[in-house]
């Protein structure tokens, strides 16, 4: 018997998150393993009168694709690709892994290089989102590599998934909204905010947010979600941060980062595992060592770390910056090939002051 959980999940998906509407486009990207909620995600898309188009990736080729792609490869891009960011309406990508480390022994070169190439098709997917001209949403199926990245057995890492994204309530949309409702009041409180300070053990920074727009990131993007965040004003960022969490990308695991900033870059990086991949990252683009976003997790339904960023930055009570490119609805103008979540926990001894008022202390909001 399926589990009636897959489909909550997918009426969440279509009906919630991209609110889909008769005559869309809508392109559903699924990892094989993923297949189980594809299938229902497309039979929801029609319901609600969109047109469906599945692509279905999985790490094998992709591994095949860097070890194997020359030059010209590596930097053309798929007429297909560019259509697709142009023209679709509504995005659904659910990641359901064989392997999460199937990219770990790849030449980082070559994945900076296909990144760089593919920049005007991520850019263009950006633009179009923050011009409220297309919708894209992004979940994992819960799948056997997923689960044991995460330390769980599949069962208990279904329970975790379900229970994050509010599949398994009987009214999952009204959860996510009174969610929104939440976060709302915090981001109503920012408006107009300029400076913010972050401290604790792990962390001494100043940033500006003059100008700037927080998001209230209530699942419509990412299911599950949790978040408020915003793109800080490009060379103010100073000071230092040591995070918490290993930071997974590309297949590797980078362990023991620490970035210190001066007036916006990153001018000294170290860490304790990969650190050379830390640093081609980096150098990626003049982009790439500046802060496109920071954000403040918000969702208490999740307090272990699993390897997965989607969950991971979305730990009730952490802070979390991104190096790279900004989502331009904050008001970020930093363009990078890059976009690299780093998690900093900010449950213990730990304060954030916006404009002189404390706005965050040990995990948890101050504000009335």
């Not at 040591?242 to 001066?262: K, S």
């Amino acid at each position: 018997m399926s589990d009636p959980r897959i489909d909550g999940l997918a009426r969440l998906l279509v009906n919630y998150c991209v609110a889909t509407r008769p005559g869309d486009w809508v392109l559903i990207r699924g990892d094989l393993a993923a297949q189980p909620l594809v299938a229902r995600v497309y039979a929801h898309v029609l319901a609600a009168g969109g047109q469906p188009t599945v692509l279905y990736h999985d790490e094998q080729t992709e591994e095949v694709f860097y070890r194997n792609a020359d030059a010209a490869q590596l930097t053309w891009r798929s007429p297909v690709e560019e259509l697709l960011a142009e023209r679709v309406d509504a995005r659904i990508v659910i990641r359901a892994p064989g392997n999460t480390r199937a990219l770990t022994g790849v030449n980082p070169d070559a994945q900076r290089t296909h990144q760089l190439a593919q920049k005007p098709i991520t850019d263009r997917y950006r633009q179009r989102a923050a011009a409220g001209a297309h919708r894209w949403t992004l979940t994992n199926f819960p799948c056997p590599a997923l689960a044991q990245d995460a330390d769980m057995s599949l069962t208990e890492f279904e329970d975790f998934v379900y229970a994050a994204t509010f599949a398994d309530q009987h009214d999952p949309v009204a959860a996510w909204q009174a969610v929104h409702a939440r976060q709302q009041r915090l981001v109503d409180w920012l408006v107009g905010k300029s400076e913010v300070v972050v401290r604790g053990p792990h962390v001494d920074l100043r940033l500006s947010i003059a100008g700037r727009t927080f998001i209230n990131s209530d699942g419509k993007r990412n299911m599950p979600s949790g978040e408020i965040f915003t793109g800080p004003v490009e060379d103010s960022v100073e000071g230092w941060v040591r995070f918490t969490y290993p930071a997974i990308r590309g297949g590797r695991e980078v362990e023991g980062v620490e970035l210190t900033f001066a007036q916006g870059q990153v001018v000294k990086a170290q860490a304790s595992k990969n650190a050379a991949y830390l640093l081609s990252q980096l150098d990626s683009d003049a982009g790439a060592r500046r802060l496109g976003e920071f954000a403040i997790g918000t969702n208490y339904q999740i307090q272990r770390f699993t390897k997965n960023i989607l969950y991971d930055e979305k730990i009730g009570g952490t802070m979390h910056v991104a190096l790279g490119a900004g989502y331009p609805e904050t008001g970020s103008r930093n363009e990078s090939s890059i976009h690299w979540d780093f998690i900093c926990d900010m449950r213990t001894d730990s304060e954030i002051w916006v404009d002189g008022e404390l706005f965050f202390k040990d995990g948890q909001f101050t504000i009335d």
